[in-house]
């Protein structure tokens, strides 16, 4: 694996020999076939709780859209692709305020938008712009919300939700993070109210061959992490 | 007393004066004063001394009025509710009441209700209830929420608060207060009683315990409340009370015990010195195991558990005649702690090392002797710790303090002198809490429908919310309902509903069946149980509890002191902390932050006059003594009134050290504010440490000329401070301490409980999302009133500014000073934890000593 630093914070580096860059926003750009990727978004998660009693802040999803904005508009992708779980349930769609429906719709026009299915949106969503599908080749990747287990060379997928833990002078923080070993990639989730499970995750063990490395996001910075310096939760 | 056997014979019941006089007893003067109060129906607040009969004194009237009632034909609801902040002190209290019971045939039924009460018991008492019911403020406030509460608590004839100086300050005496308000619309007879250990100001318990109706908002005013009678006292009370005291009549009488003999205190000064640095008092364990030999049993409180771990050790390396000497601290698991208490109570141990767990609870009479390890803090609590040596009224208690340090000296011999003038520590009036507020109108809502109006007036007879404006409670009654957010998009998913008649009510059952399982104001720091490792990577037997924070310094193979012994770290999975016991390794002792007290400002206030005052140094140790002279001479010893501001240059750096004695929490946040302000001057400030009497902060560029009055300006306390705190991890904390109390975030849902790791990691992320888009939602404005009070001090910080405005002394001086030396061990410390430090520090200390010295 070689890793450069990119212009914005981003590492570049190449999965399966595609060029790829990870933001530090969260979101993997594919230059050659000009593509942002984006992983569980988990839109309307705020008011999934809401449901049930629970009155979280109602604003998760117009966070997450301004962050996605933020995004695109750094980098005016042509194809925009949500990888799976992107709604908190398969009625998540039916309680975005007005407003934030015609953002997400907006991010539409000229670009195409692809929504791989999650486990939390196996239908994808209905009124929204844009094309569903269970997984996407591109280049060399192949791109699907769950991580198969064993070698998937060329796999990009979230699902999982990283977070990197490093413990260092001044005490330790916790970040979302990319997983990679070069092979195959792991995107942390994008959504404002998803939680993170930590890359040292039994979870995460039969899906690299060798130690990983994680990638974790820092404000304007993504910061290649060795597997020494991680710790477990 | 002639005029007491009058009354005697007046109040007492013959049955109860025969059992007086069987015990070769005579009713005290306060017992009899308490039922006088009954029969004029007043409420009252008793403050005695521990040892003093407080307990039979509040509850006498009741087992009177119990006796004397005639037998009724149906079913009656509880007539006494005794209240403790301890569920141990509610168990013993009901062993201790059936005594008087049991002997004068009484054929009352008391029972305690806690949290370890059987399922089937407490379904028995809702159906059937005690006579008297003894509880906690959680019990209560779950009882209140019942949907028959009302059948429960109608027939209410008194309630007792026991230690009722614990509990009012905090959020758990708001749910209380609430609560309380609650029994009086249900019960508007019911009478309040408060027990208390002595304080400066009993007015302040007694307006927090009063009925009386809110202060008037705006919208008008409102008519007296249940309870609040004329103010004046029938003939014949006792001269020990008073009904009013200058201020308002609140309707609680106050009834004054006999104060007791003055307890002995003494300074153990070992081998007549004092350390320049440090926490522990290690230098003078060998003394305080000697002293612990000649008692009978010894109490050693300390004020963290770190102290308390590390004290235990040192006393057990010195344990040659294997004394039973024992751990007792908040972090021990429950069964561990009820076995050292048991042990005590049979008067099976020497001594048992304890930090706060002890300053309340039962009544052990064997304990002769108190040990305060490093300094007291504060002197009301002081007052409280000894009194735990000797509940005996005639006796005085006896204690000694140990001096960890120089400044502790100077913080003991100024708490003895406030011990020895009765004087003690002030507290600041209590305003509610909102997210305590939020839970009990959910609790009210899952009990019956509330009249919104009729629920108002009845909060603001509650002591903490009598000043809540309806603009308050309208938000805090929205954040229930719908959240509270600007962006109405809940409407649809409200907790709670107005009913076609006008009332609100629960939603559904669910919702009811939620809030059941959440009540409470008590909110720890997210705990991990402590195990023994298993092979297979699985725990086994639990040691004790864990915060989370404890763990951030450590990694795993680290050997740390927990329960009294060393363990290596394993590591962690889930909610447990797996580990193997390392016995006689050198243990890599991590600091411990939690439950550490700030010194009070009354304590501070007597340490600057004290060590302004030369002839006050005559009682001091002689090289504390000779310390305060090389400062004089070498620098300069501030006037009561000023604060001390020293510069100079050591090694590479340029440091300032300010000495305003307010207490480790104030300087912290203070020294947070300057060193912002230091590194917009471009004096490039690298970094500070705080304790209790100072602050020290280093930079790259001399500060030596600048313009002080500036630096420390009181409009430091505005944009930096907030800026400051929204982003500190203090506020997250806070945030969700309130998340969890409001119940926006549960800690317990049916089927499955959130460990704390989860509900760390949510919270923070809803409080990012929160302060970006509602910056003034209700909660937020709750967590920073927590934090501004309870983690940084704001409010001391204020007062600190206001003081030393144009008060500053500056000594420019050209190297470090006598009192500056002790910061810089702590510099020290910060940087290499554990052994290595103590070693450096040897070394360092005598360069430092002799810098300062010469």
């Not at chain 1, 593509?35 to 966070?63: I, M, N, W």
């Not at chain 2, 902060?697 to 009181?714: N, Q, R, S, T």
Request: glycine share 10%; aromatic share 6%; charged share 25%.
């Amino acid at each position: 694996m070689t890793f450069t630093a990119s212009l914005c914070g981003g590492v570049a580096m190449a999965v399966n020999g595609t060029q790829v860059i990870l933001k530090a926003s969260g979101a993997l750009y594919v230059p050659a076939a000009d593509a942002l990727l984006v992983a569980d978004l988990h839109f309307e998660k705020g008011s999934a709780y809401a449901l049930r009693g629970q009155l979280l802040p109602p604003y998760d999803t117009r966070e997450t859209l301004t962050r996605l904005e933020r995004a695109v508009d750094a980098c005016a992708p042509r194809l925009l692709v949500f990888l799976g779980d992107s709604f908190h349930d398969g009625r998540a769609e039916d309680r975005l305020a007005p407003d934030d429906a015609a953002r997400l719709a907006a991010l539409a026009s000229g670009r195409t938008l692809v929504w791989v299915v999650g486990n939390h949106d196996a239908d994808g969503p209905r009124a929204l712009p844009g094309e569903i599908i269970e997984e996407m080749p591109l280049e060399s990747l192949v791109l699907r919300h769950e991580p198969l287990p064993g070698v998937q060379p060329g796999e990009v997928a979230g699902h999982l939700h990283p977070a990197a833990r490093i413990a260092g002078r001044g005490g330790r923080v916790r970040r979302r993070c990319f997983v990679t070993d070069g092979s195959r990639i792991i995107l942390p989730a994008f959504g404002a109210y998803a939680g993170g499970l930590n890359v040292k995750d039994a979870a995460f063990a039969p899906l690299f061959m060798g130690r990983p490395l994680a990638a974790a996001l820092g404000t304007d910075q993504v910061h290649a992490i060795g597997w020494k310096s991680l710790v477990g939760d | 007393m002639a005029d007491s056997a009058v009354s005697d014979a007046v109040l007492l019941p013959p049955r109860f004066a025969d059992w007086f006089a069987t015990r070769g007893w005579a009713a005290r003067e306060h017992q009899l004063a308490m039922v006088a109060k009954a029969r004029e129906g007043r409420h009252a607040l008793l403050i005695a001394p521990t040892g003093g009969g407080k307990t039979l004194a509040g509850f006498l009237p009741s087992l009177i009025e119990l006796a004397e009632r005639p037998p009724a034909n149906s079913p009656r609801g509880i007539h006494t509710l005794y209240i403790s902040p301890l569920k141990a002190l509610a168990v013993d209290v009901e062993r201790n009441l059936m005594t008087p019971i049991r002997e004068m045939g009484l054929g009352i039924v008391a029972e305690s209700r806690t949290g370890d009460t059987g399922v089937s018991r407490k379904q028995r008492q809702k159906v059937s209830p005690p006579d008297i019911l003894l509880t906690t403020p959680e019990q209560l406030a779950l009882l209140c929420a019942w949907e028959g509460a009302r059948g429960l608590f109608e027939d209410l004839r008194c309630v007792v608060l026991d230690e009722i100086h614990t509990l009012w300050p905090t959020k758990r005496g708001d749910l209380l207060a609430l609560d309380l308000a609650r029994l009086q619309t249900l019960a508007p007879n019911l009478r309040r009683v408060g027990l208390s250990a002595t304080v400066d100001d009993p007015d302040l318990i007694r307006d927090w315990m009063s009925p009386k109706a809110g202060i008037p908002d705006a919208a008008g005013d409102p008519g007296p409340g249940p309870g609040a009678g004329a103010g004046a006292l029938g003939p014949g009370s006792p001269p020990s009370s008073r009904s009013g005291s200058g201020r308002d009549d609140v309707g609680v009488d106050l009834v004054l015990g006999p104060p007791g003999p003055r307890p002995v205190v003494e300074v153990l000064v070992s081998e007549g010195r004092v350390p320049w640095a440090g926490h522990t008092a290690q230098h003078a364990m060998a003394e305080v195991y000697e002293i612990i030999k000649r008692h009978r049993t010894t109490l050693v409180f300390v004020n963290t558990r770190f102290q308390a771990e590390f004290a235990f050790q040192e006393l057990w390396k010195l344990n040659d005649d294997s004394l039973p000497i024992a751990l007792h601290h908040g972090s021990l698991a429950a069964e561990q702690r009820r076995r050292v208490e048991a042990a005590m109570a049979r008067g099976e141990l020497k001594a048992v090392v304890c930090t706060s767990t002890l300053d309340l609870g039962i009544d052990w009479g064997d304990v002769d002797l108190v040990i305060q390890l490093a300094a007291p803090k504060g002197a009301a609590r002081m007052v409280q710790r000894i009194g735990r040596a000797n509940h005996r009224l005639d006796e005085p208690s006896k204690a000694i303090f140990v001096p960890a340090n120089r400044f502790e000296m100077l913080e003991c011999q100024a708490a003895i002198e406030a011990i020895a003038e009765n004087s003690l520590d002030t507290e600041a009036p209590r305003t509610g809490a909102f997210d305590v507020l939020a839970q009990h109108i959910m609790g009210c809502a899952c009990s019956e429908p509330f009249d919104l109006l009729a629920l108002y007036d009845e909060v603001r007879t509650a002591g903490p919310y009598r000043a809540l404006t309806w603009e308050d409670y309208e938000a805090v009654v929205d954040f229930v309902s719908t959240g509270g957010y600007a962006l109405k998009s809940y409407d649809r998913f409200r907790r709670i509903v107005k009913g076609a008649d006008g009332l609100w009510r629960a939603r559904t059952a669910d919702t009811v069946r939620r809030h059941r399982m959440n009540v409470g104001a008590i909110v720890s720091a997210a705990t991990l149980n402590v195990r023994i490792a298993m092979r297979g990577g699985k725990g086994g037997r639990k040691i004790g509890e864990v915060e989370e924070g404890y763990l951030e310094v450590l990694d795993p193979g680290d050997t740390f002191v927990f329960a009294g012994q060393v363990w290596r770290l394993v590591g962690v999975t889930g909610v447990d902390v797996l580990v193997s016991p390392a016995p006689g390794a050198d243990p890599k002792m991590p600091s411990w932050g939690g439950s550490k007290f700030a010194i009070s400002s009354f304590l501070a206030d007597k340490v600057r006059r004290m060590m302004s005052d030369e002839n006050a140094w005559t009682v001091l140790p002689t090289d504390v003594r000779e310390w305060l002279e090389a400062q004089r001479d070498r620098s300069i010893i501030p006037a009561p009134d000023q604060m001390l501001l020293e510069t100079f240059p050591h090694g590479k750096r340029h440091y300032m050290v300010v000495y305003p004695f307010d207490g480790r929490h104030a300087h912290a946040t203070l020294a947070m504010l300057l060193t912002r302000r230091l590194d917009r001057l471009g004096i490039g400030p690298l970094g500070f440490v705080c304790n209790d009497y100072a602050m020290a902060i280093w930079a790259l560029k001399p500060m030596d000329g600048l313009d002080l009055a500036d630096l420390f300006d009181e409009d430091m306390l505005g944009d930096d401070l907030e800026a400051w705190m929204d982003e500190s991890f203090m506020m997250k904390r806070s945030f969700k301490a309130c998340a969890l109390i409001s119940g926006l975030i549960e800690r317990r849902m049916p089927g499955a409980e959130k460990s704390g790791r989860q509900v760390t990691f949510s919270t923070d992320l809803i409080y990012d999302v929160l302060r970006r888009h509602q910056p003034d939602h209700l909660l937020l404005r709750c967590a920073r009133a927590d934090a501004a009070s309870m983690v940084i001090d704001v409010a001391r910080v204020g007062r600190l500014l206001a003081r030393v405005k144009g008060k500053i002394r500056h000594a420019a001086l050209n190297h470090l000073s006598p009192f500056a030396v002790p910061m810089f061990m702590e510099i020290g410390r910060e940087r290499a934890p554990g052994g290595a430090a103590d070693m450096m520090l040897a070394e360092a200390a005598d360069d430092l000593i002799a810098e300062a010295m010469s």
